[in-house]
């Protein structure tokens, strides 16, 4: 990987690869992303998603700027960094992502920004999606069940003294339930302290 403008990250995802291989290449790119965000104030990364060897189409490609994980472009094309419709990921969608030129629509694209930008963001995301990456087969993550989660991190980050654009690690459990508990008597709190308990 490059630094600064231009970096880029592989992810070689093929019908030869095992759960470890997928799971090993996963948690490489989220590395490589906490990394170009905490190290980089300007700039773009692209993270290559293949699924032949020798980094051959087709592709899944998202360009993510250095600030704050924020995607600006799937497969070339613009996107608004918003959630439509929350379906389940699949481990199997790993193998049917949109490549190429293709525009990817409101479900996927919502896949994607959860198992890529948002997992950078949150270590019990990644977990999440590690697992099921790991386990392939019919394993899903219910995106539904992350939603709180995404809304507030930027709230969670200034809680625990994390700046948001260019943080120095994921958000925690233990940082959800610090952000939760200054909160007053509202769903989040209760929602937040549900999902991560002490």
């Known amino acids: 990987m490059t ?3 231009g970096a880029m990250v592989d992810w070689v995802v093929t019908g030869n690869s095992n759960g470890m291989d997928r799971m090993l290449g996963y948690q490489r790119v989220l590395r490589e992303m906490r990394q170009f965000v905490a190290n980089n104030a300007a700039g773009t990364m692209t993270i290559n ?8 189409p087709p592709t899944t490609s998202l360009t993510m700027s250095a600030n704050n994980f924020t995607v ?3 497969n070339g094309h613009a996107i608004n960094y918003n959630y439509g419709a929350l379906l389940p990921f699949l481990a199997s969608d790993l193998d049917a992502f949109p490549a190429g030129a293709v525009q990817v629509s ?4 919502a896949k994607l920004l959860y198992m ?3 997992a950078a963001r949150s270590v019990p995301i990644e977990e999440d999606f590690t697992r099921v990456i790991q386990a392939m087969g019919t394993a899903m993550v ?13 709230k969670t980050c200034t809680a625990v003294g994390l700046d948001s654009a260019s943080p120095a690690r994921p958000l925690t459990a233990a940082d959800y339930r610090q952000y939760a508990n200054g909160l007053g008597n509202v769903k989040d709190k209760h929602d937040l302290l549900q999902m991560f308990p002490a």
């Open 3 to 5: 630094q600064g403008e």
């Open 49 to 56: 998603i293949h699924r032949s060897p020798g980094n051959a």
């Open 72 to 74: 600006t472009h799937i």
């Open 106 to 109: 409101l479900p996927v694209k």
């Open 116 to 118: 890529l930008p948002e």
């Open 142 to 154: 219910d995106l539904n069940r992350w939603f709180v989660p995404v809304h507030v991190y930027d």
